[in-house]
């Protein structure tokens, strides 16, 4: 029953952080934490205790999922180069820059643990940058990268954290071991993956029951990761390649109530578990500190101060220096094929034309947010809790994380908006629909006219088709007008006023039949969830039309 009490408890809590957070404009995850550390020291309440491949399985599978399922897989192929050189080069690369830093710092530290929290610390998490990137009209190539970043990162930095604990159980690993270790690790990982995302493809397929989709396509992390784990393997790439399948997939193979439901699943089990890791952490800090009490506490500031600013530093390091290198190659590159050209063809570079295939390089300023946006957050959390309880200075190692993943919260986490608005790399915001969607929404206008105008010849349902061929002819008119050249937005914007308080009389009425009596309470769920559709549909439009 402790127990029960204890989780009801702190899920309480995290809504009133999370309001105080949204209040203040801080991102909650640094209220998360401070709060759980005041809370430790609350008389009598017990500091709880993580099992650390509880603190694994548990949290991580669910929340790698769901970030694997909203990849845009397309954007994600456009920009996988520098995708993988923040995902795998600047992850190996701050490793390395942490590891070096710890062993100088403290040389009683041996190299497996130094490793093992350069890999703890190294991937920064889009989650915690969510909150401050949701809220502005970034660049959209920017948010790709930022979160294709955070989807692989996590993979390579746990394996090589998984080998740096290995290293300490065997007592030594060699490098190439280690390198083939890492490639038997990530390749298994999402073959084990990739099938149970296709059992999970099958089984969705043929259940047609909204309720026991969104269950199986749950526990479908959980089973890829606790598979792959078993079987040795990257179970996080598991969990990646599995969320991916489902991700690609989802449009063909669920059904529309599937993916709403699963919307608010997946939203709500988010933000409870990302909650629960920061306020735990919280929690036990006071606990680590008491076990540390014995050691020289200026030593140890003075190395918590010194390794977040390597943290930091080593990001602008890694993503300036690659950035130039680039922009080095490309230029070499060009240069090459201006001078291979005939001079009587010398024209325009074919590499720079509309069906080049070389991404445009992003300017300082979107590279300086790039580097910026470093804060780190759950992973490391749960790989720092997650560590064995034998494991080499334990303690010292999760408190030299928990510091530099607060440093980087707090510094960067509060100022990223500054800084985006600073530098000023927000697009201006749009009046009327954006045009890609004004274009998407005219394609989709046309194909539902273009079927009732078909089936309007039909003997037996042409006169019904008939009927609404005029609502639709009008709908993909407006739908035109507004993606041909932005007019008709004040148009649209009234008939979705329109629409939504026709939704609203809708709503009351249902509720007066209720209320005296002439339906029943599952009649009106359903009707009302349909109601409640619509509505939200609109709203989405109005603010974007507005």
Same mark, same amino acid.
């Given at each position: 029953?402790?127990?029960?009490?204890?989780?009801?408890?702190?899920?309480?809590?995290?809504?009133?952080?999370?309001?105080?957070?949204?209040?203040?404009?801080?991102?909650?995850?640094?209220?998360?934490?401070?709060?759980?550390?005041?809370?430790?020291?609350?008389?009598?309440?017990?500091?709880?205790?993580?099992?650390?491949?509880?603190?694994?399985?548990?949290?991580?599978?669910? @929340?790698?999922?769901?970030?694997?399922?909203?990849?845009?897989?397309?954007?994600?192929?456009?920009?996988?180069?520098?995708?993988?050189?923040?995902?795998?080069?600047?992850?190996?690369?701050?490793?390395?820059?942490?590891?070096?830093?710890?062993?100088?710092?403290?040389?009683?530290?041996?190299?497996?643990?130094?490793?093992?929290?350069?890999?703890?610390?190294?991937?920064?998490?889009?989650?915690?940058?969510?909150?401050?990137?949701?809220?502005?009209?970034?660049?959209?190539?920017?948010?790709?990268?930022?979160?294709?970043?955070?989807?692989?990162?996590?993979?390579?930095?746990?394996?090589?954290?998984?080998?740096?604990?290995?290293?300490?159980?065997?007592?030594?690993?060699?490098?190439?071991?280690?390198?083939?270790?890492?490639?038997?690790?990530?390749?298994?990982?999402?073959?084990?993956?990739?099938?149970?995302?296709?059992?999970?493809?099958?089984?969705?397929?043929?259940?047609?029951?909204?309720?026991?989709?969104?269950?199986?396509?749950?526990?479908?992390?959980?089973?890829?990761?606790?598979?792959?784990?078993?079987?040795?393997?990257?179970?996080?790439? *598991?969990?990646?390649?599995?969320?991916?399948?489902?991700?690609?997939?989802?449009?063909?193979?669920?059904?529309?109530?599937?993916?709403?439901?699963?919307?608010?699943?997946?939203?709500?089990?988010?933000?409870?578990?990302?909650?629960?890791?920061?306020?735990?952490?919280?929690?036990?800090?006071?606990?680590?500190?008491?076990?540390?009490?014995?050691?020289? *506490?200026?030593? @140890?500031?003075?190395?918590?101060?010194?390794?977040?600013?390597?943290?930091?530093?080593?990001?602008?390091?890694?993503?300036?220096?690659?950035?130039?290198?680039?922009?080095?190659?490309?230029?070499?590159?060009?240069?090459?094929?201006?001078?291979?050209?005939?001079?009587?063809?010398?024209?325009?570079?074919?590499?720079?034309?509309?069906?080049?295939?070389?991404?445009?390089?992003?300017?300082?300023?979107?590279?300086?947010?790039?580097?910026?946006?470093?804060?780190?957050?759950?992973?490391?959390?749960?790989?720092?809790?997650?560590?064995?309880?034998?494991?080499?200075?334990?303690?010292?190692?999760?408190?030299?994380?928990?510091?530099?993943?607060?440093?980087?919260?707090?510094?960067?986490?509060?100022?990223?908006?500054?800084?985006?608005?600073?530098?000023?790399?927000?697009?201006?915001?749009?009046?009327?629909?954006?045009?890609?969607?004004?274009?998407?929404?005219?394609?989709?206008?046309?194909?539902?006219?273009?079927?009732?105008?078909?089936?309007? *010849?039909?003997?037996?349902?042409?006169?019904?088709?008939?009927?609404?061929?005029?609502?639709?002819?009008?709908?993909?008119?407006?739908?035109?007008?507004?993606?041909?050249?932005? *007019?008709?937005?004040?148009?649209?914007?009234?008939?979705?006023?329109?629409?939504?308080?026709?939704?609203?009389?809708?709503?009351?009425?249902?509720?007066?039949?209720?209320?005296?009596?002439?339906?029943?309470?599952?009649?009106?769920?359903?009707?009302?969830?349909?109601?409640?559709?619509?509505?939200?549909?609109?709203?989405?439009?109005?603010?974007?039309?507005?």
């Amino acid at each position: 029953m402790e127990i029960v009490q204890a989780t009801l408890a702190m899920m309480a809590a995290c809504i009133v952080f999370a309001v105080l957070a949204r209040t203040i404009r801080v991102p909650y995850a640094v209220i998360l934490v401070i709060g759980g550390m005041a809370a430790a020291l609350i008389p009598g309440l017990p500091a709880p205790h993580l099992d650390p491949d509880f603190a694994l399985a548990f949290f991580l599978p669910p @929340l790698l999922q769901v970030s694997a399922y909203r990849t845009d897989w397309r954007a994600f192929r456009q920009d996988l180069r520098p995708i993988l050189a923040l995902a795998l080069g600047a992850v190996l690369f701050t490793t390395l820059c942490i590891a070096v830093a710890a062993r100088w710092l403290l040389p009683d530290l041996p190299w497996a643990a130094a490793i093992a929290l350069g890999a703890i610390v190294a991937p920064p998490d889009a989650v915690a940058a969510g909150a401050v990137l949701r809220k502005l009209r970034l660049p959209r190539r920017m948010v790709t990268v930022l979160e294709g970043e955070s989807l692989i990162n996590d993979a390579s930095s746990l394996v090589v954290y998984r080998l740096a604990v290995a290293a300490f159980a065997l007592g030594g690993v060699h490098p190439l071991e280690a390198a083939a270790s890492f490639l038997v690790l990530a390749a298994g990982g999402v073959a084990i993956g990739y099938a149970v995302g296709r059992v999970t493809i099958w089984m969705i397929g043929r259940l047609h029951d909204s309720l026991l989709e969104t269950c199986v396509g749950f526990l479908a992390g959980y089973a890829a990761y606790m598979l792959a784990d078993a079987a040795g393997v990257s179970g996080v790439l *598991g969990v990646v390649a599995c969320g991916m399948v489902l991700g690609v997939r989802q449009h063909a193979v669920f059904s529309a109530r599937t993916r709403q439901d699963g919307r608010a699943v997946w939203a709500f089990v988010e933000f409870v578990l990302n909650s629960l890791v920061f306020i735990l952490i919280g929690l036990q800090l006071n606990a680590i500190l008491g076990r540390l009490a014995g050691d020289d *506490g200026w030593a @140890l500031a003075r190395a918590a101060l010194l390794l977040s600013a390597v943290l930091i530093v080593s990001r602008f390091v890694w993503v300036f220096g690659t950035d130039w290198l680039s922009r080095l190659a490309d230029g070499l590159r060009d240069a090459r094929d201006e001078a291979s050209r005939p001079a009587a063809k010398a024209g325009p570079d074919p590499a720079s034309g509309p069906g080049s295939r070389r991404r445009p390089q992003p300017s300082s300023r979107h590279v300086a947010v790039i580097a910026w946006a470093g804060m780190r957050g759950v992973v490391s959390l749960a790989a720092a809790i997650g560590l064995p309880e034998d494991f080499p200075q334990r303690d010292l190692i999760v408190f030299l994380a928990f510091t530099a993943i607060l440093a980087t919260l707090v510094l960067q986490g509060t100022s990223l908006e500054w800084v985006i608005r600073r530098l000023g790399i927000e697009e201006p915001a749009l009046r009327g629909l954006p045009p890609q969607e004004a274009a998407a929404r005219r394609v989709l206008s046309d194909a539902m006219l273009e079927e009732l105008e078909r089936r309007a *010849g039909d003997p037996l349902e042409g006169a019904i088709a008939a009927d609404l061929v005029s609502e639709y002819r009008d709908k993909a008119g407006v739908y035109h007008r507004v993606a041909a050249h932005g *007019g008709a937005a004040a148009e649209l914007q009234a008939r979705l006023a329109l629409r939504l308080a026709a939704v609203r009389a809708g709503r009351d009425r249902l509720l007066h039949h209720f209320r005296e009596g002439e339906m029943d309470a599952s009649l009106l769920s359903d009707l009302e969830g349909e109601l409640d559709a619509e509505e939200i549909r609109l709203r989405r439009l109005l603010g974007g039309a507005g």
